[in-house]
């Protein structure tokens, strides 16, 4: 919807203004520059971000070179939900929307 429309708004989710959307980054290196993007955004905030250790100790165990993927969960007014997926669309696979949760209780 999003790209298709750019002028698209969305202004509500099960009734309500805001959402808790978890990310999935995959490379640490643009993780630091992808929260900034998302903070600099009205709307959107970065609350924490993770990453699961057993990911990394399986890549070294295993001996190959994967990617470690890192987990952000942003809280967003929903109104500014389309803006997060085209940044998110922008950086093609390095980043995914991996669910949006229609509360916030923060």
């Known amino acids: 919807l999003g790209e298709h429309i750019p002028s698209a708004m969305i202004l509500q989710i099960s009734n309500q203004t805001v ?3 978890l990310l999935q980054v995959n ?3 643009v993780v630091e520059s992808f929260v900034t993007r998302i903070n600099s955004v009205e709307g959107l905030q970065v609350m924490f971000q993770y990453q699961f250790p ?3 100790q399986l890549h ?3 001996g190959e070179f994967l990617t470690p993927t890192v987990n952000v969960s942003v809280k967003a007014q929903v109104t500014s939900l389309l803006v ?3 940044l998110v669309a922008q950086l093609d696979e390095r980043v995914e929307v991996k669910q949006i949760y229609d509360f916030w209780s923060g």
């Open 54 to 56: 057993m990911d990394s």
């Open 27 to 29: 490379g640490t290196n």
């Open 60 to 62: 070294r165990e295993q």
């Open 19 to 21: 959402v808790q959307v």
């Open 84 to 86: 997060l997926t085209r």
